[in-house]
Nanobody
Framework: QVHLEESGGDLAQPGGSLRLSCAAS????????MGWYRQALGKERELVAL???????DYANSVKGRFTISRDNARNTVYLQMNSLKPEDTAVYYC?????????????WGQGTQVTVSS
């Protein structure tokens, strides 16, 4: 069984910063891509940032230059450093990991963490 635990969601002021973390635990044999997605109220879930096992990264245009994704392979953890936050960044943020659980490669999702940007 695999569990992804997210943390770090909070209320922040415009221009502020937050750091999200997502740790994979359980039957984790190997991790491929890790990513962060978000879903605002009434909108579809969208990709925010992605990082490969080799450290290559990709970002949504709306967060380029403000957000940074990183990972700690020893801890099976992915991070999202969010700077210069805007009200439109308000959403539930989900992490996703493509990993091998001993039976095969599958995508696993976290439960989500709320980020609210408001003055």
């Amino acid at each position: 069984q695999v569990h992804l635990e997210e943390s770090g969601g909070d209320l922040a002021q415009p221009g502020g910063s937050l750091r999200l973390s997502c740790a994979a635990s359980g039957s984790v044999f190997s991790i491929n891509n890790m990513g962060w997605y978000r879903q605002a109220l009434g909108k579809e879930r969208e990709l925010v940032a992605l990082i490969t096992s080799g450290g290559l990264t990709d970002y949504a245009n709306s967060v380029k230059g403000r957000f940074t994704i990183s990972r700690d392979n020893a801890r099976n953890t992915v991070y999202l450093q969010m700077n210069s936050l805007k009200p439109e960044d308000t959403a539930v943020y989900y992490c996703k990991s493509n990993l091998h659980n001993g039976a095969g490669w599958y995508d696993f999702w976290g439960q989500g963490t709320q980020v609210t940007v408001s003055s």
